[in-house]
């Protein structure tokens, strides 16, 4: 089992940054990937940025160049920079854990707001 616990979200206004940061504990030695979601109201949750075990990462079309995802494996955290803010990037943002045998486990989310 692992657990996640993501942190770092709020209220900011267009332009702006925030960091979410994304804690691992319990069989952390599984973990193959981590990454993290967003469902804005009345959407799907969609991707928005991951990265591998061994570094690669990708991005949504959307937040390319404006967020990126990094991991610290000897804090077990993962985290996700956004700057230049949108309102559209309005939503509550998971953080997902992927380990070696496929299992998918998820954080409790974090609301980020931004406003015009």
């Known amino acids: 089992q692992v657990q996640l616990v993501a942190s770092g979200g709020g209220l900011v206004q267009a332009g702006g940054s925030l960091r979410l940061s994304c804690a691992a504990s319990g069989s952390i030695f599984s973990i193959n990937a981590m990454a993290w979601y967003r469902q804005a109201p009345g959407k799907q949750r969609e991707l928005v940025a991951a990265v591998a075990g061994g570094g690669r990462t990708n991005y949504a079309d959307s937040v390319k160049g404006r967020f990126t995802i990094s991991r610290d494996n000897a804090k077990n955290t993962v985290y996700l920079q956004m700057n230049s803010l949108k309102p559209e990037d309005t939503a509550v943002y998971y953080c997902?854990?992927?380990?070696?045998?496929?299992?998918?486990?998820w954080g409790q989310g974090t609301q980020v707001t931004v406003s015009s």
């Open positions: 997902n854990a992927v380990n070696q045998l496929g299992a998918s486990y």
